[in-house]
């Protein structure tokens, strides 16, 4: 497969500088903090239609991907993870990440996770959109994150990325009512509209 193995953080972290982690662990509660390229970021929380297409994600992808239900397993997600990653490190904050089972086969003993993620998924907001993009996307790149997808909820569309040499190639972008099979879970066929539906059973957006 294409792309550069995720990477695992070696040895203890060198920390940020103190007023970096002091601002990072007294973020307002509304707000989601984040340490990028040594910086403390504050956004704010995802709105609703935010978080349900994120839940609604990670529901198709639980059954086939991770639990190997009517699909190859080997996989395991969680949701708005903490992940330390890098020397420093870099603190980021995620809407949804996947590692392969082999390398993340045991939960960590601590909240913060230290290994990169195999896949990323970040949920487009109008406050979020520069951070992710601009901020988070290089940084997943440099931490040797293999894939990475973008979703926007209002415009509706849907961004796969893979990272080749060190540098994330845009593969595919699909829109609106799209099914599209995205990599690297290509067996799973995705209905874009199942996504931007605010209530599924009245087929409502």
Request: charged share 25%.
């Amino acid at each position: 497969m294409a792309g550069e193995p995720a990477r695992t953080l070696a040895g203890s972290e060198t920390p940020n500088a103190p007023e970096v982690e002091a601002a990072y662990q007294n973020a307002p509660d509304p707000l989601v903090a984040e340490i990028l390229h040594g910086i403390v970021v504050m956004s704010p929380r995802p709105a609703p239609r935010h978080t349900r297409l994120a839940l609604r994600l990670s529901t198709l992808l639980y059954g086939p991907f991770d639990e190997g239900k009517g699909g190859p397993g080997g996989w395991i997600f969680l949701p708005e993870p903490e992940l330390h990653l890098g020397e420093r490190p870099d603190k980021l904050e995620p809407d949804l990440a996947g590692w392969r089972l082999d390398r993340l086969a045991h939960p960590p003993e601590q909240a913060a996770i230290r290994i990169a993620p195999d896949w990323v998924c970040e949920v487009l907001s109008l406050s979020t959109e520069v951070i992710d993009r601009g901020l988070k996307m290089p940084l997943y790149a440099t931490h040797g994150v293999r894939h990475a997808w973008l979703i926007d909820p209002i415009e509706r569309y849907l961004e796969i990325f893979r990272l080749e040499a060190g540098r994330w190639r845009q593969v595919r972008i699909a829109r609106e009512d799209e099914r599209v099979r995205a990599e690297p879970f290509e067996t799973l066929e995705i209905d874009l509209m199942g996504l931007w539906r605010w209530h599924a059973a009245l087929g409502t957006t």
